[in-house]
């Protein structure tokens, strides 16, 4: 019991780190496709930034100093947006991920939000000598906390380093105590919102990724138990089609075969063959013998028909009472001739006593051939009914014998 304890509890284990996996993965996916078409937003609005700042230089109509360090910033921002527009493109991406680099990834996710909210609260820093807002800063809190997903340890590292850069920039570039108290106010404020929007959508991503792994597992076991319905459903379609006493086909194994047949005809004519056989004085058999002794009869005579079936590539199947038929495709009216023969001597070698018979002292066979075009399942019907029409001449004329009818148009 414990050694089964153990393996269950290494079974739930393995599970839940191969989910863990899983949504790790999928977060991942989520934020690679992001970042990639942040990136190519930002690169597109600082490259613009970028052209305006330079023109400034040149015309000299601000601070050059301000200028330099965006100039600087923002060929910093357009480096890294470039690096991880080629890292986090979604064919690399999905080329390269594997259960050892999904931690690689999630720290380059946190490593480019953390740059990006650096760089922000740089510029805001900056901004403030000459606009005193911080619009930088608050889009990119914006951005990355709406568009990104991010564990509670993960969101920390970056949201905590651009807002100690406001908190200690701030005073360095505010004269006035006033205003630093009101951007203080702001940052804390716009902070504390921004991370609520964050655990807001990360939450709705977790509730979402739990709904959808519940319908994924519920999808595949009703698929499950769909497939093991269908199979089961076979079985039964088997041994619904399976004579219970001789183990060989019954008259609607027949019918299903012969279904298969038509199917595979496409209205295209081909040779079609049937022997209709029959245990001569079978009824006489069974009231000297008993039913027990005839029924193990029958057995045997199956037996016998049901290998060579399989050796002429033909089909067998109880037809009822003392009754079998076999058919098959493609065979001469010499073929057919020679597997009666072979059937007849199979089973008179089977040695089986039969005193009341009136044309042997062993358990014979009569049989009835027909071959025929057909081109459908109720040719193949008449062809049958032929093959017994024959086989009631056989038993009206002596019996132990076996009589042919072609039908084959040439």
Same mark, same amino acid.
């Given at each position: 019991m414990e050694a089964e304890n153990i393996e269950k509890i290494q079974a739930n284990v393995t599970t839940n780190q191969n989910s863990d996996d899983s949504f790790r993965e999928e977060r991942l996916f989520v934020n690679v496709n992001r970042i990639y078409i942040i990136t190519r937003i930002f690169l597109v609005i600082i490259s613009w930034l970028f052209v305006i700042n330079l023109v400034g230089i040149i015309l000299h109509h601000q601070r050059i100093s301000s200028m330099y360090l965006h100039a600087v910033i923002y060929s910093i921002l357009i480096l890294v947006n470039l690096y991880f527009q080629f890292v986090f493109h979604p064919r690399t991406y999905q080329k390269n991920i594997n259960s050892s680099t999904i931690r690689y990834y999630e720290n380059m996710v946190i490593f480019y939000i953390s740059i990006v909210m650096i760089s922000g609260s740089v510029i805001s820093i900056v901004d403030q000598i000459k606009y005193e807002h911080l619009i930088i800063i608050m889009v990119n809190m914006l951005v990355c906390s709406s568009f990104f997903l991010m564990t509670n340890k993960q969101i920390f590292i970056p949201f905590s380093l651009s807002t100690i850069i406001l908190l200690v920039g701030l005073p360095m570039v505010d004269s006035s105590s006033f205003d630093?108290?009101?951007?203080?106010?702001?940052?804390?404020?716009?902070?504390?919102v921004t991370l609520l929007v964050s655990r807001v959508m990360y939450k709705a991503f977790c509730d979402n990724y739990e709904s959808n792994r519940r319908l994924k597992k519920e999808i595949e076991?009703?698929?499950?138990?769909?497939? /093991?319905?269908? +199979? !089961?459903?076979?079985? %039964?379609? $088997?041994?619904?089609?399976?004579? &219970?006493?001789?183990?060989?086909?019954?008259?609607?194994?027949?019918?299903?075969?012969?279904?298969?047949?038509?199917?595979?005809?496409?209205?295209n004519q081909q040779k079609?063959?049937?022997?209709?056989?029959?245990?001569?004085?079978?009824?006489?058999?069974?009231?000297?013998?008993?039913?027990?002794?005839?029924?193990?009869?029958?057995?045997?005579?199956?037996?016998?028909?049901?290998?060579?079936?399989?050796?002429?590539?033909?089909?067998?199947?109880?037809?009822?009472?003392?009754?079998?038929?076999?058919?098959?495709?493609?065979?001469?009216?010499?073929?057919?001739?020679?597997?009666?023969? /072979?059937?007849? +001597? !199979?089973?008179?070698? %089977?040695? $089986?006593?039969?005193?009341?018979? &009136?044309?042997?002292?062993?358990?014979?066979?009569?049989?009835?051939?027909?071959?025929?075009?057909?081109?459908?399942?109720?040719?193949?019907?008449?062809?049958?009914?032929?093959?017994?029409?024959?086989?009631y001449n056989v038993k009206t004329g002596g019996r132990n014998g076996y009589s042919y009818v072609s039908m084959i148009v040439e």
């Open positions: 630093y108290y009101i951007q203080l106010y702001y940052v804390v404020t716009f902070v504390s076991t009703n698929h499950l138990l769909n497939q /093991r319905l269908k +199979e !089961a459903n076979q079985r %039964l379609e $088997i041994i619904a089609s399976i004579d &219970e006493l001789t183990k060989i086909s019954n008259r609607r194994g027949l019918h299903i075969h012969m279904d298969n047949l038509e199917s595979n005809l496409n209205d079609f063959s049937s022997i209709v056989m029959d245990i001569d004085y079978f009824k006489k058999y069974n009231d000297y013998y008993g039913h027990n002794p005839g029924d193990k009869v029958l057995e045997n005579i199956a037996g016998v028909l049901s290998g060579i079936a399989k050796d002429t590539s033909g089909f067998v199947a109880r037809w009822g009472g003392e009754e079998f038929v076999y058919i098959i495709c493609g065979e001469n009216m010499e073929q057919i001739g020679s597997v009666c023969k /072979r059937v007849q +001597e !199979a089973v008179y070698n %089977l040695k $089986i006593p039969h005193p009341q018979s &009136e044309v042997s002292n062993y358990v014979t066979l009569s049989m009835g051939a027909c071959s025929s075009n057909v081109s459908n399942r109720k040719e193949m019907q008449k062809c049958i009914e032929q093959a017994d029409k024959a086989l």
